[in-house]
């Protein structure tokens, strides 16, 4: 006789809807990412993810939230140049990664989802904007950076320089050496004491 199913609440629910959310994200992209499908493949029906995600847009970024979770740590190797050039290339290193490629679906949907533009925006103002005012704040008390470069946008124009090379190349990853024209043509004349 079989055992009987035990029914999934709080957390383990929610982990198993991201999980299969960003499976099927993974599979089919954000194009192919319905509730119906995710409720199947959680093995829930559709009214627990509608109680936790108001619509499709806020599923697909939570889900990848869940899989980016295990972020890169920001660098304190105690020079900025080195924490910034290390910070950019962990980033660079993990553009092959599912939250990557998930990342990737999510935003070439943006332009016809304005809802998923907004929750892309949240994500990406939240998470990055935090690692890299950290990492600038400590270059500011060892008198590396400037007090004045702490704003989220200056932080994070290393990143954006970043994306850019990704977006407009039409590249996964980028050399080494755009890293370091990135960090010591711009961000280090930008924030630098």
């Known amino acids: 006789m079989a055992a009987p199913k035990t029914r999934r609440l709080g957390a383990e629910l929610e982990a198993a809807i991201l999980r299969a959310a960003a499976a099927e994200l993974a599979e089919s992209g954000y194009a192919g990412l319905t509730m119906e499908r995710v409720a199947q493949r959680a093995g829930t029906n559709k009214n627990a993810i509608y109680r936790r995600w108001p619509n499709r ?15 890169v740590a920001t660098p304190d190797t105690g020079d900025l140049r080195e924490d910034v050039l290390a910070l950019l290339r962990a980033i660079n ?5 599912p939250a990557a490629r998930i990342l990737r679906g999510l935003l070439t949907s943006v332009g016809d989802e304005p809802e998923l533009r907004a929750q892309l925006h949240g ?6 904007a935090n690692t890299w005012l950290a990492l600038l704040g400590r270059a500011v008390e060892r008198g590396q950076a400037r007090a004045t470069a702490l704003r989220p946008r200056v932080a ?4 954006v320089l970043l994306r850019n090379e990704y977006f407009t190349r039409g ?3 980028v050399d080494d ?10 961000y280090l004349p930008l924030v630098g004491a």
């Open 123 to 128: 994500q990406a103002a939240e998470g990055a």
């Open 171 to 173: 590249l996964t990853t």
């Open 57 to 71: 847009a806020a599923l697909g970024v939570a889900a990848y939230r869940h899989v980016a979770a295990d972020s």
């Open 93 to 97: 290193c993990r553009q092959t990664s």
């Open 156 to 159: 994070t124009v290393a990143l």
């Open 177 to 186: 050496a755009v890293l370091t024209e990135i960090v010591d043509e711009v």
